[in-house]
């Protein structure tokens, strides 16, 4: 699913307002993305509790533990179900009521700078995969959107009160998702950088190379295709592929081969060069 942000809300998801926001200070930007974790009745999950929570309507006769939280006013901007499912309760640029008493670098208040998101779990279980998927695509948007320059959990915010999002969020796997979406979005947008630069210097080709093309074995393919034919047909098909799948992404250097092979060209290439250069330095 391809993520965007407008007007503070995201796209493409299940958005239910709650009441429980308000505006945010003025000389405050949003620089801290907070992780929680959250389950309706506690260590339960799928019931539409934590829905009924962040918008005042939870019934305390549905469950004895519901006595001490219905009259709460709590809100995040984003709740995320073991399935991926994506809520939204409050716009990214308003303040939702999540963090409570808290700070930050010194900073308290947590909420006047900060976006919240729940993930639906409790401490002593795993996270599932759905989940972090979505938590590491959602981050880089609004990494992206936002000034965000720190991530932290509940627990580091408020010690004294909040263990979430507990010892079963796996904190390592998390950055280093996204750390590998991050390098594969690059390398998508400087591929289109490098593919509307062949289009625009007439290098780009409306119809493939013959089969028997393909099948060479040299490095570049040197002896059935110019250089801009593989870049177009092979490499860039490739590492696109490659994203699609998740794999583990090579180190390459393609720059001094193209150099070399397009010194002759009538085209100006310096340019494409410049790109392509840029495009090894992000594998």
Known sequence: MSLKIINGWLQGVKQIVS???NERPTNKPISLLVIHNISLPPNQYGGPYVEQLFTGKLDPKQDPYFESIYQLEVSSHLFIRRGGEIIQFVPFDKRAWHAGKSVFEGQENCNDFSIGIEMEGCDSDNFTEQQYQQLANITLLLQQTYAIKDIAGHSDIAPDRKTD??????????QNLLAQKSQADMLLKQLEKIIIELQKIDLWQTT????HAFLSQEPFAID????????????I????AMIDAKANLPKFALHPYFEEALKEQEQDVNHLLNLIKQLDELS
């Open 224 to 235: 059935t295709m110019q250089a801009h034919e593989w870049l177009q047909w092979v490499f």
């Open 237 to 240: 098909p490739r590492i696109q």
């Open 208 to 211: 493939p190379p013959n089969p």
């Open 165 to 174: 999002p507990g010892p079963c969020f796996d904190w390592q796997y998390y």
């Open 19 to 21: 009441p429980f926001y």
